[in-house]
T-cell receptor, first 114, second 116 residues
Framework: AQKVTQAQTEISVVEKEDVTLDCVYE???????LFWYKQPPSGELVFLIR??????QNEISGRYSWNFQKSTSSFNFTITASQVVDSAVYFC???????????FGQGTRLTINP | GAVVSQHPSWVICKSGTSVKIECRSL??????MFWYRQFPKQSLMLMAT?????????EQGVEKDKFLINHASLTLSTLTVTSAHPEDSSFYIC????????????FGPGTRLTVL
């Protein structure tokens, strides 16, 4: 069975600070995909990134960066120079190859204070 | 990217009535769609897998007679909450599955149901 753990339930920082959201996963499969989604107050899930298990390269997209480490089964997400608009709930998710069901973490509620 | 719509975006109904929520894949065909439920400050909980032309597969603990799912076409799945009660108030999200190298889900914007 797969499991995704986001130990940080809530994080609150002041604008312009850097913040890292942790994601630890469990799976026995060798091929799987990891995702991060953003859920703003409107409720719609916004896709941020997909990473397959064979690609451990870190990814940077503007102020967002992701660190995937298979050795520690972690896929952490960092926001640099946070902004108020980054306030949302962020979900990490996992799906094994060939499966249809996404396994979601419990989510981290991020609040960026002006 | 693929677009999934939901209708209505919000609905308020009286206890005992039934409510239908539609999920449409606008620019692709989806043989499989999913229905999730999300309570405040909680994660998404998968309710059921909707398969075009066949019966839905419900997750453990989800009452199939209460949450009726119909996937009559490759672009439309509906969730009907029958005899709704206040405890059914929640945020319902659908997603549609694409085929390809891996199975990617595209999510609808969600429907907020409030049962009075």
């Amino acid at each position: 069975a797969q499991k995704v753990t986001q130990a940080q339930t809530e994080i609150s920082v002041v604008e312009k600070e850097d913040v890292t959201l942790d994601c630890v996963y469990e799976t026995r499969d060798t091929t799987y995909y990891l995702f991060w989604y953003k859920q703003p107050p409107s409720g719609e899930l916004v896709f941020l990134i997909r990473r397959n298990s064979f690609d451990e390269q870190n990814e940077i997209s503007g102020r967002y960066s992701w660190n995937f480490q298979k050795s520690t089964s972690s896929f952490n997400f960092t926001i640099t120079a946070s902004q108020v608009v980054d306030s949302a709930v962020y979900f990490c998710a996992l799906i094994r190859r060939g499966a249809q069901k996404l396994v979601f973490g419990q989510g981290t509620r991020l609040t960026i204070n002006p | 990217g693929a677009v999934v719509s939901q209708h209505p975006s919000w609905v308020i109904c009286k206890s005992g009535t039934s409510v239908k929520i539609e999920c449409r894949s606008l620019d692709f065909q989806a043989t499989t769609m999913f229905w999730y439920r999300q309570f405040p400050k909680q994660s998404l909980m998968l309710m059921a897998t909707s398969n075009e032309g066949s019966k839905a597969t419900y997750e453990q603990g989800v009452e199939k007679d209460k949450f009726l799912i119909n996937h009559a076409s490759l672009t439309l799945s509906t969730l009907t909450v029958t005899s709704a009660h206040p405890e059914d108030s929640s945020f319902y999200i659908c997603s549609a599955l694409t085929s390809g190298t891996y199975n990617e889900q595209f999510f609808g914007p969600g429907t907020r149901l409030t049962v009075l």
